[in-house]
């Protein structure tokens, strides 16, 4: 089980495959882990594109059910992230790479843009999360009830009224949009972009379709695509095929 450690942060990830890079990001919020991709996604892109791609994928720090660990950084949420991911293609050498992932991949593919945008090729939305209004308070009441009680019951340093501050920063006065960049960014981004929209409370499809179309460089799958088990092939099909269209 490989381990990337930094200081007092532990990550663990896995690799599959060989060749260009492509770090996956899996959904399930703060509990995002490896696991998860067998568990509640659609698909497994480890194992849909390792035959062409050097798959790379993480625990989140601190996910629930995962083997990751690090700080609690109240107030650098989603930049702490954000340095697990790039300090973990650092240790693998991996200088560019493609990166796809769902749900939280998102915001966290937004910030890894913004951080290190040179090294980013393309970028895979699936199933995107963003803020919705009519559900203001969702991610918010979400982890407070599925995340942060066995997050302080396996780590005691740690209160429900610092989890509540973490996610207050992380999302309560990051309300808008994908949370970690401003429409202005993805109107001005030039990577290519793929999203793969869906319609759930925490993936809004009018904020899919919106950075589908702000972003200069994009591509929206067909929608829905995970219905019917059907679809899905088609939509990995689309994935995989954007993908090669921008390996160097």
């Not at 990830?13 to 659609?42: Q, V």
């Not at 843009?113 to 970028?123: P, T």
């Not at 990051?174 to 929209?197: E, G, N, Q, Y």
Request: aromatic fraction near 10%; charged fraction near 20%; glycine fraction near 8%.
């Amino acid at each position: 089980m490989p381990f990337y450690e930094k200081g007092d942060v532990r990550i663990h990830y896995e690799e599959m495959g060989s060749g260009l890079p492509l770090l996956i990001i899996p959904g399930g919020g703060l509990n995002s882990t490896i696991a998860g991709l067998d568990k509640t996604h659609p698909f497994n892109a480890m194992r849909e594109f390792s035959d062409r791609f050097r798959c790379i994928c993480a625990d989140l720090r601190n996910a629930n059910g995962g083997q990751s660990t690090g700080p609690l950084d109240i107030e650098r949420t989603w930049d702490a992230i954000t340095d697990d991911h790039v300090g973990l293609m650092d240790h693998l050498g991996a200088k560019q790479f493609m990166v796809l992932g769902y749900c939280i991949g998102q915001p966290l593919i937004w910030n890894l843009i913004k951080r290190v945008g040179d090294r980013v090729i393309a970028a895979v939305l699936t199933q995107p999360s963003g803020f919705r209004p009519e559900l203001p308070n969702q991610f918010y009441d979400n982890n407070m009830k599925g995340w942060g009680p066995d997050f302080v019951a396996k780590r005691p340093e740690y209160t429900m009224e610092q989890v509540s501050q973490y996610l207050t920063n992380m999302y309560t006065k990051k309300a808008d949009f994908v949370f970690t960049v401003p429409r202005d960014f993805v109107k001005s981004c030039k990577t290519p972009i793929l999203v793969a929209p869906d319609d759930s409370p925490p993936h809004p499809y009018k904020v899919a379709m919106e950075v589908a179309m702000l972003s200069p460089n994009s591509q929206v799958t067909l929608y829905p695509w995970k219905d019917t088990p059907e679809r899905v092939p088609l939509a990995v099909r689309h994935i995989r095929m954007f993908l090669e269209a921008h390996r160097p």
